[in-house]
Protein backbone atom coordinates (compact mmCIF):
# COMPACT_ATOMS: atom_id res chain seq x y z
CA UNK A 1 0.00 0.00 0.00
CA UNK A 2 3.13 2.76 0.43
CA UNK A 3 3.73 1.76 -3.35
CA UNK A 4 0.75 3.26 -3.80
CA UNK A 5 0.42 6.21 -1.98
CA UNK A 6 3.63 7.03 -3.53
CA UNK A 7 2.65 6.83 -7.24
CA UNK A 8 -0.40 8.77 -5.99
CA UNK A 9 1.66 11.28 -4.55
CA UNK A 10 3.97 11.66 -7.70
CA UNK A 11 0.42 12.03 -10.39
CA UNK A 12 -0.65 14.64 -8.20
CA UNK A 13 2.66 16.32 -7.87
CA UNK A 14 3.12 15.66 -11.55
CA UNK A 15 -0.44 17.25 -12.49
CA UNK A 16 -0.08 19.74 -10.48
CA UNK A 17 1.88 23.28 -12.14
CA UNK A 18 3.85 25.76 -10.27
CA UNK A 19 2.15 28.58 -11.68
CA UNK A 20 -1.36 27.32 -10.92
CA UNK A 21 0.25 26.46 -6.94
CA UNK A 22 1.04 29.88 -6.96
CA UNK A 23 -1.84 31.25 -8.07
CA UNK A 24 -4.28 29.04 -6.08
CA UNK A 25 -1.58 30.33 -3.03
CA UNK A 26 -2.26 34.10 -3.81
CA UNK A 27 -5.82 33.44 -3.79
CA UNK A 28 -6.16 31.83 -0.25
CA UNK A 29 -3.68 34.24 0.97
CA UNK A 30 -6.00 37.16 -0.27
CA UNK A 31 -9.08 35.19 1.27
CA UNK A 32 -7.15 35.13 4.73
CA UNK A 33 -6.17 38.79 4.36
CA UNK A 34 -9.95 39.92 3.57
CA UNK A 35 -11.29 37.39 6.48
CA UNK A 36 -8.64 38.80 8.79
CA UNK A 37 -9.61 42.42 7.90
CA UNK A 38 -13.39 41.77 8.50
CA UNK A 39 -12.81 39.97 11.72
CA UNK A 40 -10.02 41.16 13.43
CA UNK A 41 -9.82 44.32 11.45
CA UNK A 42 -6.66 46.67 9.60
CA UNK A 43 -4.99 49.81 11.69
CA UNK A 44 -7.39 51.93 13.60
CA UNK A 45 -10.39 49.78 12.02
CA UNK A 46 -11.53 47.39 14.37
CA UNK A 47 -13.28 44.06 12.82
CA UNK A 48 -16.41 42.05 13.63
CA UNK A 49 -15.16 39.76 15.94
CA UNK A 50 -12.68 42.27 17.63
CA UNK A 51 -15.95 44.43 17.83
CA UNK A 52 -17.72 41.75 19.31
CA UNK A 53 -15.48 40.75 21.83
CA UNK A 54 -15.05 44.78 23.28
CA UNK A 55 -19.03 44.59 23.74
CA UNK A 56 -18.86 41.24 25.42
CA UNK A 57 -15.86 42.64 27.58
CA UNK A 58 -17.85 46.28 28.14
CA UNK A 59 -21.05 43.92 29.23
CA UNK A 60 -19.43 41.59 31.79
CA UNK A 61 -17.20 44.62 33.39
CA UNK A 62 -20.80 46.15 33.36
CA UNK A 63 -22.37 43.74 35.03
CA UNK A 64 -19.24 43.22 37.51
CA UNK A 65 -19.37 46.58 38.41
CA UNK A 66 -23.45 45.95 39.05
CA UNK A 67 -23.13 42.48 40.78
CA UNK A 68 -19.98 44.50 43.56
CA UNK A 69 -23.20 47.60 43.96
CA UNK A 70 -26.16 44.99 44.27
CA UNK A 71 -25.34 43.89 47.56
CA UNK A 72 -25.53 47.56 49.06
CA UNK A 73 -28.64 48.34 46.47
CA UNK A 74 -30.24 45.41 47.97
CA UNK A 75 -29.98 47.12 51.68
CA UNK A 76 -31.07 50.47 50.23
CA UNK A 77 -34.08 48.80 48.98
CA UNK A 78 -34.66 46.77 52.15
CA UNK A 79 -34.52 49.96 54.27
CA UNK A 80 -36.93 51.81 51.85
CA UNK A 81 -39.28 48.99 51.68
CA UNK A 82 -38.80 49.25 55.94
CA UNK A 83 -39.30 52.71 56.09
CA UNK A 84 -42.37 52.57 53.84
CA UNK A 85 -43.49 49.52 55.42
CA UNK A 86 -43.62 51.51 58.87
CA UNK A 87 -45.26 54.62 57.42
CA UNK A 88 -48.20 52.38 55.51
CA UNK A 89 -49.01 50.84 59.14
CA UNK A 90 -48.85 54.49 61.19
CA UNK A 91 -51.01 55.80 58.06
CA UNK A 92 -53.53 52.56 58.35
CA UNK A 93 -53.54 52.90 62.35
CA UNK A 94 -54.55 56.85 61.92
CA UNK A 95 -56.88 56.00 59.43
CA UNK A 96 -58.72 53.39 61.73
CA UNK A 97 -58.53 55.99 64.45
CA UNK A 98 -59.87 58.39 62.37
CA UNK A 99 -62.71 55.36 61.26
CA UNK A 100 -63.42 55.27 64.69
CA UNK A 101 -63.69 58.96 65.77
CA UNK A 102 -66.66 59.00 62.88
CA UNK A 103 -68.08 56.05 63.99
CA UNK A 104 -68.49 57.11 67.64
CA UNK A 105 -69.76 60.67 66.64
CA UNK A 106 -72.25 59.15 64.23
CA UNK A 107 -73.24 57.11 67.13
CA UNK A 108 -73.45 59.92 69.30
CA UNK A 109 -75.84 62.04 66.70
CA UNK A 110 -77.57 58.63 66.35
CA UNK A 111 -78.31 58.46 69.85
CA UNK A 112 -79.30 62.42 70.42
CA UNK A 113 -81.86 62.37 67.53
CA UNK A 114 -83.66 58.82 69.16
CA UNK A 115 -83.72 60.73 72.27
CA UNK A 116 -85.25 64.01 70.99
CA UNK A 117 -87.56 61.78 68.93
CA UNK A 118 -88.37 59.57 72.08
CA UNK A 119 -88.78 63.10 74.26
CA UNK A 120 -91.40 64.67 71.33
CA UNK A 121 -93.19 61.16 71.71
CA UNK A 122 -93.43 61.62 75.11
CA UNK A 123 -94.51 65.01 75.29
CA UNK A 124 -97.11 64.06 72.20
CA UNK A 125 -98.32 61.43 74.48
CA UNK A 126 -98.36 63.88 77.81
CA UNK A 127 -100.40 66.30 75.53
CA UNK A 128 -102.54 63.51 74.31
CA UNK A 129 -103.41 62.31 77.77
CA UNK A 130 -103.97 65.47 79.05
CA UNK A 131 -106.39 66.43 76.58
CA UNK A 132 -108.42 62.86 77.18
CA UNK A 133 -108.34 63.57 80.51
CA UNK A 134 -109.99 66.89 79.91
CA UNK A 135 -112.39 65.52 78.10
CA UNK A 136 -112.90 62.68 79.69
CA UNK A 137 -113.62 65.38 82.59
CA UNK A 138 -115.71 67.35 81.30
CA UNK A 139 -117.84 63.98 79.62
CA UNK A 140 -118.08 63.42 83.34
CA UNK A 141 -119.33 66.60 84.87
CA UNK A 142 -122.04 66.08 81.86
CA UNK A 143 -122.89 62.93 82.89
CA UNK A 144 -123.43 64.24 86.67
CA UNK A 145 -125.32 67.15 85.42
CA UNK A 146 -127.64 64.74 83.16
CA UNK A 147 -127.79 62.25 86.17
CA UNK A 148 -128.98 64.68 88.73
CA UNK A 149 -131.23 66.51 86.36
CA UNK A 150 -132.76 62.89 85.80
CA UNK A 151 -133.07 62.14 89.41
CA UNK A 152 -134.38 65.31 90.60
CA UNK A 153 -137.19 65.20 87.96
CA UNK A 154 -137.88 61.42 89.18
CA UNK A 155 -138.28 63.05 92.85
CA UNK A 156 -140.53 65.54 91.73
CA UNK A 157 -142.70 63.48 89.59
CA UNK A 158 -143.26 60.86 91.77
CA UNK A 159 -143.34 62.78 95.17
CA UNK A 160 -140.91 60.38 97.08
CA UNK A 161 -140.38 60.55 101.01
CA UNK A 162 -137.46 62.99 101.93
CA UNK A 163 -135.17 59.81 102.57
CA UNK A 164 -136.32 57.94 99.78
CA UNK A 165 -135.22 60.63 97.69
CA UNK A 166 -131.95 61.11 99.65
CA UNK A 167 -131.09 57.26 99.28
CA UNK A 168 -132.21 57.42 94.86
CA UNK A 169 -129.25 60.53 94.90
CA UNK A 170 -126.84 58.62 96.72
CA UNK A 171 -126.88 55.45 94.80
CA UNK A 172 -126.98 57.38 91.70
CA UNK A 173 -124.27 59.46 92.42
CA UNK A 174 -122.43 56.50 94.00
CA UNK A 175 -122.82 54.47 90.74
CA UNK A 176 -121.22 57.37 88.66
CA UNK A 177 -118.58 57.95 90.52
CA UNK A 178 -118.02 53.67 90.84
CA UNK A 179 -118.02 54.37 86.95
CA UNK A 180 -115.79 57.05 86.09
CA UNK A 181 -112.89 55.49 89.16
CA UNK A 182 -113.83 52.20 86.50
CA UNK A 183 -112.74 54.14 83.39
CA UNK A 184 -109.64 55.33 84.85
CA UNK A 185 -107.91 52.34 85.82
CA UNK A 186 -105.60 50.81 83.51
CA UNK A 187 -106.47 47.72 81.74
CA UNK A 188 -105.72 43.98 83.99
CA UNK A 189 -105.89 46.02 87.59
CA UNK A 190 -108.99 46.17 90.18
Known sequence: MPAVLGE???????EMRTTTYVIELVQFAVLVGIVWVVAVGFGKRS??????????????????????VAPDALERERAYAAAHKKSARAEARHLLNNVKAEVAKVEAEEHERVDTDAA??????????????????????????DLVTRATRR????????????????????????????????????
Request: hydrophobic share 45%; no cysteine; charged share 35%.
Open 8 to 14: LFAEVVK
Open 47 to 68: GFVKNMLAERHAKTLADLDAAR
Open 120 to 145: ALLTRADETLATETEEMHAEVREQMV
Open 155 to 190: ILNERMTLSDQRRLIEEHVSQAVEGMQSDRKPAGVR
